[in-house]
Nanobody
Framework: VQLVESGGGLVQTGGFLRLSCAPSGRTSSSYVMGWFRQAPGKEREFVAAIGWGGLRTSYADSIEGRFTISRDNTKNSVYLQMNNLKPEDTAIYYC???????????????WGQGTLVTVSS
């Protein structure tokens, strides 16, 4: 199973982006999905996670309500809507997957290659 991210890019402060992730080779509904990010010179950190049915979600405190994770199992995709972006949100964003939210938020077993988000000041 490969996780394929898309939607990264360059945006100004206060702007928005929507990241997408789709697992190839298997349906996304088989997994709990999540997003991590790694800023330059920093460790990778958890951003958000969403359960199979999309009802249960978990977010990092640092997101401050600006990001929303969602999924559409009919399209085999998971999304991260990022609003009011700040320069400190600049990072490579990684899609991740595992079988429970606890695993996804801690040490997921599946990772995508990452998509770069750059927020200019």
């Amino acid at each position: 199973v490969q996780l394929v991210e898309s939607g990264g890019g360059l945006v100004q402060t206060g702007g928005f982006l929507r990241l997408s992730c789709a697992p190839s080779g298997r349906t996304s509904s088989s997994y709990v999905m999540g997003w991590f990010r790694q800023a330059p010179g920093k460790e990778r950190e958890f951003v958000a996670a969403i359960g199979w049915g999309g009802l249960r979600t978990s977010y990092a405190d640092s997101i401050e309500g600006r990001f929303t994770i969602s999924r559409d199992n009919t399209k085999n995709s998971v999304y991260l809507q990022m609003n009011n972006l700040k320069p400190e949100d600049t990072a490579i964003y990684y899609c991740a997957a595992d079988i429970t939210i606890a695993r996804v938020t801690a040490r997921p077993s599946l990772w995508g290659q990452g998509t770069l988000v750059t927020v200019s000041s």
